[in-house]
């Protein structure tokens, strides 16, 4: 009876050993039945752990940075990993280099259009010799009156620098190939490894024992990367220092209206610092390099530091990419629990990629929009006024915040008055699109100042720690 059943169950047929089986055929049968063991228990302990890390990756914290381009989100993305992860950037320092003097190269491309557009606008200059000196000591300028010769010679010798950078630029982001106009800023796109091809550049080629030429200058062979800018900034250091100093230069660029100084990734003011063999970069240099990122990256921190939260993991993801996009990646990210958006109070600038819209009345959108999403209404919500440096230095130049915001009507143009008026702005948005009651959070930034900022962020991670630990029933 039981041999019946036996026979009947289709599973005992197929393992069931064959009719006159051999031993050889045995140990090839029992060998397959033990490699097939092993493969089902590998899928077993990898499920396991699958789940092990879906079940920790659930508890941990995951933040949402946003913000239109420019607004300081990968900014304050540092400052979270200096501020409780600082071994990464030791880690990272060497490649935070080469963005610096990337930054630097752009912004020397930036005034050399200027001064072209300049030119392009009166007499065409006669050729000159790229021979020509040009003062090196930025206490002097080199002119009072219209740019001179001495100008384009110093055109000339920069113009190494510039194909350097545009190399460079080509290597982080190789469809740019194909695009009809120069990009404006160093663009990298999420997930494309940029961090890596810049660390394989900025490392050494294997050195030969030849000597530097008198002045520092590197020998064609000196151990450094042929790809790494820092030889040809050295060479370029001084002409660099004498243009940006000069009066002649400064006068163009306050007739364009062009605030160099305004822009992200601004380096100008530390071409001597930069612009050696043995620079590193500081934490407040890293914090002011500028990287446009197209698309979504992840970011996983540990923390290093606070005793309570030491080893927790959070989830940091930062979200670029052009304003039609924007709707596309809402649904990803309904089980983050907080968002922190960056506003930057520069109220009188437009969009980079639409020059008919306001940067803040884009912003007061992406903040409706934001507010009101259903996906998001578990979030809690903090608001970054960032940038309030640049906005104190606008009020204080004369730029009348009426002028691009008629409701502001005829109150005081000062700092205090304009920030609480957006204030009052952003919180009657949250107030009244937000699908349920949820806390409003603000804070005035400026998240290249690592000293104010630090402070302000240990402070929202106790905040966002509280909300989390109460939505599980913890607190």
């Known amino acids: 009876m039981a041999s019946a059943a036996y026979d009947d169950d289709p599973f005992s047929r197929i393992l069931k050993p064959p009719q006159n089986e051999t031993p050889g055929q045995q140990r090839v049968r029992m060998e397959k039945q033990q490699e097939a063991q092993r493969i089902s228990r590998q899928i077993d302990e990898s499920i396991l ?99 001179t010769d001495d100008h384009r010679r110093t055109q000339m010798r920069l113009s190494p620098l510039l194909a350097m950078e545009a190399e460079l630029t080509r290597k982080l982001l190789p469809e740019m190939q194909t695009l009809n106009k ?34 520092g200058r590197p020998g064609s062979s000196d151990g450094r990367n042929r790809a790494d800018p820092t030889a040809v900034l050295v060479a370029c250091r001084d002409d660099i220092v004498g243009l940006w100093w000069d009066e002649a230069v400064q006068f163009v660029l306050h007739k364009h209206g062009v605030r160099l100084e305004e822009m992200p990734g601004f380096f100008l003011n530390d071409v001597e610092r ?49 304003r039609i996009q924007r709707h596309k990646w809402v649904p990803y990210f309904d089980d983050v629990q907080a968002i922190i958006f960056l506003a930057p109070m520069v109220f009188n600038q437009t969009l980079e990629e ?54 502001y009507g005829d109150a005081p143009n000062d700092v205090e008055n304009v920030t609480r008026f957006f204030k009052d702005k952003f919180r009657a948005y949250h107030k009244r699109h937000s699908p349920k009651y949820r806390p409003f959070f603000v804070h005035e930034t400026s998240v290249i100042d690592n000293r104010t900022t630090s402070a302000i962020i240990i402070g929202v991670r106790e905040g966002i720690l509280h909300a989390h630990l109460k939505s599980m029933s913890i607190l």
Not at 53 to 78: D, N
Not at 184 to 210: H, T
Not at 379 to 398: E, P, W
Request: proline residues 7%; hydrophobic residues 35%; glycine residues 6%.
């Open 49 to 147: 752990e699958s789940k092990k890390a879906f079940e920790k990756r659930k508890k941990a914290i995951k933040i949402l940075l946003l913000g239109q381009a420019e607004s300081g989100k990968s900014t304050t993305l540092k400052n979270f990993q200096l501020t409780f992860a600082p071994n990464y950037f030791r880690d990272e320092r060497r490649i935070w280099k080469m963005v610096i003097q990337l930054n630097l190269i752009r912004s020397v491309a930036r005034l050399l259009q200027v001064l072209q557009h300049e030119w392009d606008a009166t007499t065409t200059s006669p050729p000159v010799s790229p021979g020509g000196p040009l003062s090196r000591k930025p206490s002097r300028p080199l002119s009072l009156g219209p740019l």
């Open 274 to 322: 930069i612009a050696t063999f043995d620079y590193e970069p500081t934490d407040d240099d890293i914090l002011r390099a500028r990287v446009r990122t197209l698309g979504v990256e992840e970011h996983r921190l540990v923390m290093q530091t606070g005793a309570p939260n030491f080893g927790t993991e959070w989830y940091v993801y930062d979200v670029g990419g052009s």
């Open 354 to 407: 639409d020059s008919t819209v306001n940067r803040l009345e884009d912003t007061m959108h992406l903040w409706k929009d934001i507010c009101s999403n259903s996906l998001l209404a578990n979030a809690t919500l903090v608001l970054f006024l960032n940038k309030i440096d640049i906005l104190r230095s606008t009020l204080a130049a004369g730029v009348k915040l009426n002028r691009y915001v008629p409701s």
């Open 182 to 215: 120069p990009l404006q800023e160093i663009c990298v796109r999420a997930g494309s490894g940029w961090k890596g091809i810049l660390n394989r550049v900025a490392s050494p080629d294997p050195p030969m024992a030849r000597p530097r030429s008198k002045g």
